[in-house]
């Protein structure tokens, strides 16, 4: 089988694009390669994927229509499309908001558009989020719940992606499936996300920012246990049904959120260096808590994570220690 993974020199599309290659399937691998953060980190993923004989890369910005449409023209064997790109990040979205307009709206329409027109496409398998749910009190977070109050553009912008998603299952029978993301982490991940930060400071000796007195919780979830949640759902191709549409929505989270507090103490028992913490307030487009419902997807697409917090963590700054040379 041919799969489009759309972000895979990004942190969870690399992950998936090297799970698709070692179970033998062809894989062509989609990335504008932007600067949000550090290139060379993207391109040290994509280093390990293009030395690899399944492997075919290509150099698209998703928001540019024509580059899109040529690529799909170029790659018409495409039977499964796993669309990863996105611009993240809830505080940056404060800061540039048409990035994400550009990237995770522009971007997925254009995607929607060329799926649309594949001939052998089987299914559209799609990342969203856990942002989409807002600052819910009601834990744990269902796909059943509204997600209509978002807090933060981002959260606003993943949120028409399932929208969208929804509305071109129903116009052109396009089984696509939505995937809401908890917290990922583990190795080869984002430079501006807690664990990756909070590890780089403790290990410099420099100080992290904490937000709240570290009582927001988070469902922490490793970067393993949401790719095999996505390879289920590849295989599991929705089906219109009683005048529904061939879309369906997962949550791929861990089910057990943790403190940022105790993710930190998790961090310095690995690491073997206590943390300098400057205590902050909360900031704008945080939210106090997340936790994923995950029955429907243990029983649709066969999610079952099982990667604890210390043994994730463990295996991160294992990387992060051999990554850097320390």
């Known amino acids: 089988m041919t799969i489009l993974v759309t972000g895979a020199a990004g942190f969870i599309g690399f992950h998936t694009a090297q799970a698709l290659l070692d179970r033998g399937e062809q894989v062509v691998g989609v990335d504008n390669l932007n600067p949000y953060y550090d290139v060379a980190l993207k391109q040290g993923r994509l280093d390990r994927l293009t030395g690899r004989d399944a492997f075919r890369f290509a150099k698209v910005d998703l928001a540019d229509r024509e580059a899109v449409a040529g690529l799909f023209a ?5 039977e499964s499309i796993v669309h990863l790109a996105a611009q993240p990040g809830v ?3 404060l800061e540039n908001p048409f990035a994400y307009v550009e990237a995770n709206v522009t971007g997925h329409l254009t995607i929607l558009e060329e799926a649309r027109k594949c001939a052998d496409l089987r299914h559209l398998v799609y990342a969203s989020s856990s942002s989409v749910y807002g600052d819910s009190a009601a834990l744990p977070f269902s796909t059943a719940d509204r997600a209509d ?3 933060s553009l981002y959260a606003a912008s993943k949120r028409m992606d399932e929208l969208m998603s929804h509305a071109y299952a129903h116009l052109y029978g396009l089984p696509s499936t939505g995937l809401r993301f908890f917290t990922v982490y583990g190795p080869w991940g984002r430079p501006d996300m807690a664990v990756y930060s909070f590890a780089e400071a403790i290990l410099e000796g420099s100080p992290i920012r904490v937000f709240n007195q570290g009582t927001l919780q988070r469902d922490f979830t490793y970067v393993d246990d949401i790719v095999a949640g996505i390879l289920g759902a590849i295989g599991h191709v929705p089906k219109a049904s009683d005048g529904a549409a061939p879309h369906r929505i997962y949550n791929l989270g861990n089910n057990r959120p943790e403190t940022v507090s105790r993710l930190v103490a998790v961090l310095e028992d690995a690491i073997g260096k206590p943390a300098i913490i400057r205590h902050e307030p909360m900031q704008a487009g945080d939210v106090t808590a997340t936790c994923a419902d995950i029955e429907d997807s243990r029983r649709d697409l066969g999610f079952n994570p099982s990667t604890s917090l210390e043994q994730g963590i463990q295996r991160f700054v294992d990387w992060l ?6």
């Open 74 to 78: 170029e790659h018409a064997d495409v």
């Open 321 to 326: 220690r051999d990554y850097q040379g320390t």
């Open 149 to 151: 109050r978002p807090v």
């Open 91 to 93: 505080r940056y979205s």
